[in-house]
């Protein structure tokens, strides 16, 4: 605790200063004593985890069937909906991630053997994401409702920047 001096008193030239050993705060994520980052590795340790999740959704759904009080249940009902689309998001992130490696084996195996590497720009891959969803929801027969509901949204964005008529 800091030294109290009375203020009557004119202020020593060379003052007594106690040193305190102040606390080095470490976060994993940036230090490199915690070691890289690599997902696939992150991935394969923590595998065990979704199958807890699973697991507890069970549990979640065994719990919102037998749940009488409409709050509870609407609870439980977004607690269910978070973990589906959890679930969809890291399905999302895995499949992202694979495309990702099998895009540089194929650049390797271009290197290997004397071609120049060509990597796609953040546009492209962009593009190419769309046209694979475009051709998932071809497949699934989904197509028509997408388009419509995108329609729909362009709409009221487009009625939206439009000044006002009064």
Do not use: W
């Amino acid at each position: 605790r800091p030294l109290e001096m009375s203020a009557k008193k004119p202020v020593p030239f060379l003052r007594q200063v106690i040193s305190v050993t102040k606390k080095v705060h470490r976060d994993p994520r940036f230090d490199d004593l915690s070691g890289e980052y690599k997902p696939e590795i992150f991935m394969k340790t923590y595998s065990f985890l979704d199958s807890i999740k699973k697991q507890e959704k069970e549990m979640v759904q065994k719990q919102l069937k037998k749940c009488r009080n409409m709050e509870q249940k609407e609870k439980l009902q977004q607690l269910v909906n978070r973990m589906t689309q959890q679930e969809q998001a890291q399905k999302k992130q895995q499949k992202l991630r694979e495309k990702e490696l099998s895009l540089k084996r194929q650049q390797r195996e271009l290197a290997k053997q004397g071609k120049k590497p060509f990597f796609l720009k953040k546009s492209e891959k962009r593009k190419l994401e769309l046209a694979e969803k475009y051709a998932e929801l071809k497949r699934s027969g989904k197509l028509e409702s997408f388009l419509n509901k995108k329609r729909k949204r362009n709409a009221i964005k487009d009625k939206r920047r439009l000044p006002s008529q009064k």
